[in-house]
């Protein structure tokens, strides 16, 4: 494993670091986000995966073909509902969970309404690989 790290500098050049904070509350937790935020620590790769801000860590030699392979599973999905799923993501990151549940209730919904969706189903029940449209 590589020894790439991850911090704030920025206070040991006298700012703080704003734009980070709020991201860093919500991936890390208050306790250890403002430790980072006040001490400008860097976390080694495998410590960032420990605590959540990191999905994995790969050799640097394995790098690129990682990253190949997640963008092309990614690339095989509807980009209508990969849309869609994004943004309702988003704004349900923010709101209280019972508001997200009906938030997310409404664009189930929309998403139960496209074309993708039906040609999801129908591929699965026919044991087929689907034929996104992307609507």
Do not use: C, Y
């Amino acid at each position: 494993m590589d020894s790439a790290e991850l911090g704030t500098p920025e206070i040991d050049v006298g700012l703080f670091p704003m734009m980070v904070l709020a991201l860093l509350q919500r991936h890390v937790g208050r306790k250890r986000a403002l430790e980072l935020l006040l001490t400008g620590d860097r976390l080694k790769a495998d410590e960032a995966l420990r605590w959540g801000l990191l999905n994995q860590v790969v050799p640097r030699a394995e790098l690129d073909a990682t990253t190949r392979a997640l963008a092309a599973r990614v690339a095989g999905k509807s980009r209508a509902v990969l849309a869609l799923g994004k943004s309702s993501f988003r704004t349900a990151e923010d709101l209280a969970l019972p508001q997200a549940m009906d938030f997310l209730a409404g664009q189930l919904t929309l998403n139960l309404g496209t074309e993708d969706a039906a040609e999801g189903i129908s591929a699965f029940l026919e044991r087929r690989p689907p034929s996104w449209k992307d609507r």
